[in-house]
């Protein structure tokens, strides 16, 4: 397969032109994110968002790496799960330069999008992926040629959980950060932290997992005067525990000894932390690839793009989104 693999990321509030080269490296992407002064993300304004920069990012990835349009022999995007508005924008973006190009198109399964990146950037062969972002949280192993779903949220994504949060105090989108760094602000003032006062719900359910109730029962603590600091920590602790608790029965279960951390939230140190030692605890390995393919990232939907071309490609009668799209429903067709 010769000439580069374009990707295009539009699944929610973040717009991102990536590239591979036609042995699969990856090449950092090209980026813009809606950030709303308040308020959470609304679809449509996202939508109207990547239309408006598609221009300036597709020329901006180009001029990254010296090259022309007719230098991208395939065009990958998105296909779902994501927002459905959000998504129309990329796929109609990837139909048109598909169609000006004369270039394959490539319709790809965002989570597996993930779990891709992360196995390339990191060297896993066949891991536990933990995926916490935005809009999901998941732990995913390998099987049978699928992508399968050990546990998942029952309610809403772990950083949906926290951006919600968040919101509630004040804090803009995204709030995730925000949260990481007033915990570690209530560590430096507490080095012995104590839970007393500060203890939160079990979001543990089987292999399933939760996160609505912990975010209530944290904005109680907060209108009962805890301070925002000490909660920030507490939510942290409970909700990644409760997540790589999880984890941790998937790699007993399957007999796999590596752990794959994947999604926005994967860029918080210390789920990474926890991560690490618990897989060291079992005599495995945890990896999180670089923060700039934790996030959504177009490069992870070129990757993907790249590997499943030299199989299949998606005809224009089958190029609409599928907003709820899922993991175990893509077929593993590379090695």
């Known amino acids: 397969m010769s000439g580069w693999t374009l990707g295009i990321e539009t699944t929610a509030h973040t717009l991102s032109f990536g590239l591979v080269n036609a042995d699969g490296v990856p090449f950092p992407s090209a980026s813009d994110t809606l950030r709303p002064d308040q308020g959470g993300i609304h679809p449509r304004e996202a939508a109207d968002h990547h239309k408006a920069v598609a221009g300036h990012l597709f020329r901006q990835i180009l001029e990254q790496q010296s090259l022309s349009p007719s230098d991208i022999t395939t065009v990958a995007y998105s296909q779902g799960p994501g927002l459905g508005p959000c998504l129309r924008v990329g796929a109609a973006i990837a139909r048109g330069l598909s169609s000006r190009l004369n270039a394959p198109l490539v319709g790809v399964?965002?989570?597996?999008?993930?779990?891709?990146?992360?196995?390339?950037?990191?060297?896993?062969?066949?891991?536990?992926?933990?995926?916490?972002?935005?809009?999901?949280?998941?732990?995913?192993a390998r099987l049978n040629g699928r992508y399968r779903v050990l546990g998942e949220t029952l309610d809403i994504g772990i950083g949906n959980m926290l951006d919600k949060f968040a919101r509630a105090q004040g804090i803009p989108f995204p709030g995730g950060p925000v949260i990481e760094q007033k915990a570690n602000e209530y560590l430096?003032?507490?080095?012995?932290?104590?839970?007393?006062?500060?203890?939160?719900?079990?979001?543990?359910?089987?292999?399933?997992?939760?996160?609505?109730?912990?975010?209530?029962a944290a904005q109680r603590l907060i209108e009962n005067g805890a301070s925002l600091e000490s909660v920030c920590w507490s939510?942290?602790?409970?909700?990644?525990?409760?997540?790589?608790?999880?984890?941790?029965?998937?790699?007993?279960?399957?007999?796999?000894?590596?752990?794959?951390?994947?999604?926005?939230?994967?860029?918080?140190?210390?789920?990474?932390?926890?991560?690490?030692?618990?897989?060291?605890?079992?005599?495995?390995?945890?990896?999180?690839?670089?923060?700039?393919?934790?996030?959504?990232?177009?490069?992870?939907?070129?990757?993907?793009?790249?590997?499943?071309?030299?199989?299949?490609?998606?005809?224009?009668?089958?190029?609409?989104?599928?907003?709820?799209?899922?993991?175990?429903?893509?077929?593993?067709v590379w090695p």
């Open 188 to 216: 430096k003032s507490n080095p012995n932290p104590s839970m007393e006062g500060l203890r939160l719900p079990y979001a543990v359910r089987g292999m399933d997992l939760a996160f609505s109730g912990l975010m209530t």
């Open 109 to 140: 399964n965002h989570c597996v999008a993930h779990i891709e990146i992360g196995r390339q950037q990191c060297g896993c062969d066949d891991p536990v992926l933990l995926y916490v972002s935005g809009g999901n949280t998941q732990v995913i």
């Open 235 to 332: 939510l942290q602790e409970h909700a990644f525990a409760a997540c790589v608790e999880v984890a941790e029965r998937a790699m007993a279960h399957t007999g796999k000894r590596e752990l794959l951390l994947g999604g926005g939230v994967a860029c918080n140190e210390r789920i990474r932390n926890m991560c690490n030692e618990m897989a060291s605890d079992r005599d495995g390995t945890s990896h999180a690839p670089p923060k700039m393919y934790c996030i959504d990232n177009g490069t992870m939907i070129a990757r993907l793009g790249w590997l499943e071309a030299t199989k299949r490609s998606t005809k224009l009668s089958e190029s609409a989104i599928d907003q709820y799209l899922r993991t175990d429903q893509t077929p593993i």
